[in-house]
Every structure is written in structure tokens, then in C-alpha cells.
């Protein structure tokens, strides 16, 4: 096909590192990258009606400049995406490519100043993230031009001179931290949050506490600023009479749903919720008369981001036998054992409502790159309005939180130090995992607690809720993880690329001591978390009396014991400048070692181990 030739020929001026050529070697001259209307066989290839859609090249090590000419050739592309390789050189020329709504080259080297107007063809753009690079001079005024943008990521740059005003009537985020950026911020941008302006010199007014200094003829007269100040407390009342009023009607509303809706679910709710999409599914089928239009018609299909061993539809995940798994906090879990086919879990999302369908989509198919033996694989999500669901994997072991606060009077053996210490090490790995392929999230994880962490036979950890906050709505992320989250989400609802760390430290107190986190939480008072019980219990009982008193093979692995609870003390530092970094939480983990000589633990067969995962209960 023409793309697929196209593409070839980029794929020739290509230079990728390790890793990154496993990628590209998908791109082979057999029947072309659209097999099918919507599904490409190439890697980061996607298509729409038959044609290349979307390149989404992240992570894979490339080098050198980039030359988009090529793409020239693509008429149907309007998503690029390179971010997190080592690409350098000036900005490559995407004007060739004026329908692009998406251009992604955070994370590279790429250096120098962008001419002025390089925007002002650009009138589809939607996100332009430029993060974490080296450009500098002046921030281009033509990026006022597409008036449809919603996202722009300049931070972490040498940008400088004066920060233009580049309000749009879409714009949700415009980042412009750490660069060197001087003078007052526009008026229109000052209701965004502050941290997307810190890290410049000498940016100054409002969201910065940082106030202008005005030369002496600016200033303004006493009387007049009595005025605007009045104006501003009245207006500033009536706007909190509103948000009162408003939050009072939500808060109504939502006692509402509370009673209406129990926390357990029940199959009989599952098969409503599957029936219910399913419904959606054929309905718009059905309105649409056969699909004359085809990306109507996609929509209410499971699309699956990995080839998967068996592939199957809405349809065989209707007829299979559920079983409830349990309702979190993000929504309700399912297990659905496909007809001669093996089970997965069927995950269906409440707090999803409003994140775009392009933004779902291209996240998840960033999910579905993701490969690492301590993370649960995406195997296919389902994308509608009104509901979403994300397949994965069902792994029969159960959970962490199971093993851990759950087996009490059942057969299973508390799990021994080696056990925990594996645990530990593997979870680690993942978060780190987590932390370079997506350097973009500033939460990588965003829900890590031990219902999160599952076990495969051998006991090796599989983290699995990961990466979600980016397609959650901003409110609903800060509202969960609550027995894992960092002073500064509790507090100030502002995450941190460090939160994910306490998280991790929580996770390790709990492993080390059995304690269940949320259980100290219960006790009420600020800073009642699990760090803090540890902290009073090792300073007035000394550290032993700390540990499970269930955790076995302990034998001349107290040092190792020790310095993993400091490992975890560490992680759990409420100053977030202070608390380690995610690598270097990494790298004292792997230092640790387990007892010397000691006998292994019996493995628990993977099957038939005589729990049910009805029985994972969350406390
Ligand atoms: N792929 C899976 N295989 C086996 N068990 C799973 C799988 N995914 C989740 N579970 C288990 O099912 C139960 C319910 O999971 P679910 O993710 O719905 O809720 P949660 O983890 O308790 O809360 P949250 O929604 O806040 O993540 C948990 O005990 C979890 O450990």
C-alpha cells in the first residue's frame, strides 16, 4: 500500500537504540500497515478507515534529528507522537502536515529557537507537548494561532524572554515551568494552578505570589485601587455564594447515588452493566444501518492494544460465567471465563465520564507498550460516552492484600521474609519501570496499595490499576488512594512526581509489619498513618516489635529486616524534597538480601489452591 511505503521510507531514516528496534521490526512489506479498517499490524502504527492514523513512537531510543518530510504522504495522519527518545537537532518541520491535532516531542534533546510563525498554519492542533527539551529563545506568538488547543506543554526548556498570552477559549493546561521566563504573567492565565509557572527566575503576578514590581508611572492611583479591590471582594462573595450553592446541590445529588447504589456489587449488576453496553453496542449498529459510516461503527467494539493468544468480542464476554471480584473505588471488577477460553477480569470505570475519546484511546494504547513481568498487561479496552472498561488478564493467586491481612483461618501460610522481600523487590521494579517508559505522568502509578499488587504462582508481584490518572477526572484521582496518599495529595491535593514513593513506603511498612494502613487511618488524627506507627512503636518498643509477628524465616535476617523498614521510613519522608527519588528507593532495594542458607518456602500451586477470588475481601 501506499502508507505502507511511505512509511518504510520514514522507518529507513529512522535510528533506534536498544530495545526500540524490536519495534520497528514489526514494520515489514507483507500486506502493508492497515490490515484490517481500524487494526494495524505494525507497532505504533494506528489506523482509522483503512489509513495510518496515528504514530505513536515513544520510548525506543531513537536518535539523531528528525525529518518529518516524508510524512507528507500520509494525508489521513493526525496524531505524532516521539516522545521519551533521544532525538536531537532543531524542531522538525511539521508545517508539512497542517490536519496534525496532536504532536508529542517532550522528552528528547532537541535544542534551539523556534521561528515565530512555525505555528501559524497549524489550525487543527490540539495538544502540543515540547517538555523536557532544550529549546530556547522566544515562546513562538503563532502558538495562539490554533484556536482549538487545549494542551501545551512547554516546561523544562531554556525558553525565555517574555511569557506571551496565550489564552484560547479551549485551553486546559498550558505548562511553562523551568525555563527562564521573566515579567508578568498574562491576566487570562492567572486563574491556572501555580506550579505550571515555578521554576522561572523572574515571572511574577498572580497565580505566583511573586508580585510585579511596576515602574513608579504605573502605579496606580489610591483611589482607583480602593475601587478594583471592592470589585474584586464583591465579585470575589457572589463567586462564593456560587461554588456553595453548587457544591450543596452536588453533595445532595451524590447522597443519592450513595443509597442507591450498594458497595458490593452483585452478577446481577455485572450482567446490567455488560448488558447495557452490549446495548449501546448494537444500537448504534443498528442507527447507523450497517455502518455507512465506518468510525460509527467502531465504537462500540473492544479494541484490543497487544495480540492477544484468543481474540473475542462484547458478545463472548456476555456469554461467558462472571463472578464479582470486588468494587473499588474506581469502579467494579469482574471475572469473566470466556467459552473454551480463559478467564480475564473485566474492570468497568465510574470516574472516567468526560475524558475524550482520542485522549482514552491514545493513552491506552501507550498502555498497551508496555511490557515488564511485574506489570499486569492491558489486554483490550471498550470506549464509550457513558462507559468504559479495560480487560485484562484474570491471575488466579489472588492479591497481596489477600495474602497478607486475608487468610486468617484459611490453609494458606503467612508469607515468609524471602517471600516479602521478593515481593518488595519486584514491585520496585515495576515502579521504576513505570517511571521511565512514562516520564510524561507525574504520578506513573497513581494507585499502588496491596488490592493492587497481585501474585503469580511464584510469587512474583503484578502490579495492575497503573497509569490511570491521566484518563480519570481530575477530582476522582485526588479522591482515591486513600490509605496510601502522600502528605502533599492529603493536603494540598498537588501530586508529586515523588508521591508515588510514599505509596511504595506504605506498601513496605505494611509487608514488613501485617498492618493493614487503612486501620491506622480509622484511628482518626493527622499524620495517623502507617509511617507514623511505626516510627512511635520502634522509638518506645525498639524496632522487633515492629515486625509480623507471622513472618517466618527471619533467622539471621534481621539486619536485612532493619534496613528495609528504613527503606521504607525513607520513602514515607512527608518533606518531599527530602524523600528519595523512585531510582534511588530502587537501588537500596536491590542491595537487600535474604536469609543466607535458610530452606525455601513449599510454592503454592497456581491452581486449585482452595481460595476463591470471591473471597478477596478489601477491609
Ligand atoms: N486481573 C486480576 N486477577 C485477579 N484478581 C484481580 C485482578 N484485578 C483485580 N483483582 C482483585 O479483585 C478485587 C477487586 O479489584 P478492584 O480493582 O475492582 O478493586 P480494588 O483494587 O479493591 O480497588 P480500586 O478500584 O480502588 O483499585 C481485588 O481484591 C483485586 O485484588
Aim: hydrophobic share 40%.
Amino acid at each position: 500500500s501506499d502508507d505502507g511505503r511511505i512509511l518504510l521510507q520514514f522507518k529507513a531514516t529512522l535510528s533506534p537504540g536498544v530495545g526500540g528496534d524490536a519495534v520497528l521490526a514489526t514494520w515489514v512489506d507483507t500486506r502493508g500497515p492497515c490490515i484490517d479498517q481500524n487494526v494495524s499490524a505494525w507497532a505504533g502504527v494506528y489506523c482509522e478507515n483503512g489509513k495510518v492514523a496515528t504514530l505513536q513512537l515513544e520510548s525506543m531510543s531513537l536518535l539523531g534529528a528528525l525529518d518529518l518530510d516524508i510524512l507528507t504522504g500520509l494525508p489521513s495522519l493526525r496524531a505524532l507522537s516521539f516522545s521519551n527518545n533521544s532525538l536531537e537537532g532543531g524542531i522538525p518541520d511539521f508545517t508539512k502536515l497542517p490536519a496534525l491535532k496532536s504532536l508529542y516531542l517532550s522528552w528528547n534533546r532537541f535544542s534551539g529557537e523556534i521561528p515565530d510563525g512555525m505555528f501559524s498554519t497549524m489550525r487543527a492542533l490540539k495538544k502540543v507537548w515540547l517538555s523536557h527539551n532544550n529549546f530556547s529563545g522566544p515562546i513562538p506568538t503563532s502558538l495562539t494561532v490554533p484556536e482549538k488547543l487545549m494542551d501545551l506543554g512547554l516546561d523544562s526548556n531554556s525558553f525565555e524572554g517574555h511569557l506571551p498570552d496565550l489564552w484560547q477559549p479551549e485551553l486546559q493546561v498550558v505548562n511553562v515551568s523551568y525555563n527562564n521566563l521573566e515579567g508578568p504573567i498574562p491576566v487570562r492565565l492567572s486563574n491556572m494552578s501555580a506550579t505550571l509557572f515555578e521554576g522561572n527566575k523572574n515571572l511574577c503576578g498572580p497565580p505566583l505570589l511573586v508580585s510585579c514590581n511596576l515602574p513608579e508611572k504605573h502605579k496606580l492611583a489610591p483611589a482607583l485601587l480602593v475601587a478594583i479591590i471592592l470589585i474584586a471582594v464583591a465579585v470575589l462573595l457572589a463567586v462564593i455564594a456560587l461554588i456553595v450553592f453548587l457544591l450543596l446541590r452536588r453533595r445532595n445529588k451524590k447522597e443519592e447515588t450513595t443509597v442507591d447504589r450498594p458497595q458490593t456489587s452483585t452478577n446481577s449488576e455485572k450482567i446490567e452493566h455488560l448488558e447495557a453496553a452490549a446495548d449501546a453496542e448494537l444500537g448504534s449498529e443498528k442507527h447507523h444501518g450497517g455502518g455507512k459510516k465506518a468510525p460509527k461503527k467502531e465504537q462500540g467494539k473492544l479494541s484490543f492494544v497487544v495480540e492477544w493468544r484468543r481474540k473475542f468480542d462484547m458478545q463472548d464476554l456476555l456469554r461467558a460465567s462472571a463472578e464479582v471480584l470486588g468494587s473499588g473505588n474506581f469502579g467494579s471488577s469482574y471475572k469473566a471465563t470466556l467459552v473454551d477460553g480463559p478467564a480475564v477480569v473485566v474492570k468497568r470505570f465510574k470516574e472516567m465520564k468526560g475524558v475524550g475519546r482520542e485522549d482514552f484511546q491514545e493513552h491506552m494504547r501507550r498502555l498497551g507498550r508496555l511490557s515488564h513481568p511485574n506489570l499486569l498487561p492491558l489486554v483490550a479496552y471498550y470506549y464509550k460516552k457513558e462507559e468504559k472498561l479495560l480487560i485484562t488478564e484474570y491471575i488466579p493467586n489472588g492479591s497481596l492484600a489477600h495474602m497478607l491481612h486475608g487468610n486468617r483461618g484459611s490453609k494458606l501460610p503467612p508469607l515468609d521474609w524471602p517471600t516479602r522481600l521478593k515481593i518488595v523487590k519486584g514491585v520496585a521494579r515495576g515502579l521504576a519501570y513505570l517511571y521511565d517508559e512514562l516520564p510524561m505522568l507525574t504520578v506513573p502509578h497513581g494507585h499502588l496499595k496491596s488490592s493492587n499488587v497481585l501474585l503469580s504462582s511464584s510469587f512474583e508481584p503484578i502490579l495492575t490499576d497503573y497509569a490511570l490518572v491521566p484518563v480519570m477526572k481530575k477530582a476522582a484521582a485526588s479522591q482515591v488512594m486513600v490509605a496510601y496518599k502522600s502528605p502533599e495529595c492529603a493536603q494540598h491535593g498537588e501530586p508529586s512526581k515523588k508521591s508515588d514513593v510514599w505509596s511504595f513506603g506504605t506498601l513496605i511498612l505494611e509487608i514488613l509489619t501485617g498492618k493493614f494502613p487503612a486501620d491506622h487511618l480509622a484511628e482518626g488524627s493527622a499524620g495517623a498513618d502507617l509511617a507514623s506507627w511505626v516510627n512511635t512503636v520502634a522509638g518506645e518498643e525498639g524496632t522487633s516489635k515492629v515486625f509480623d509477628k507471622n513472618m517466618e524465616g527471619t533467622k539471621d535476617s534481621e539486619g536485612e529486616m532493619l534496613k528495609l523498614l528504613k527503606i521504607g521510613i525513607a520513602c514515607c519522608e512527608a518533606d518531599v524534597d527530602e524523600r528519595w527519588e523512585m531510582k534511588e528507593a530502587l537501588e537500596k532495594i536491590e542491595e537487600l538480601k535474604e536469609r543466607e542458607g535458610g530452606t525455601e518456602r513449599p510454592l503454592i500451586s497456581s491452581e486449585g489452591d482452595g481460595f476463591s477470588s470471591k473471597a478477596m475481601v478489601e477491609r
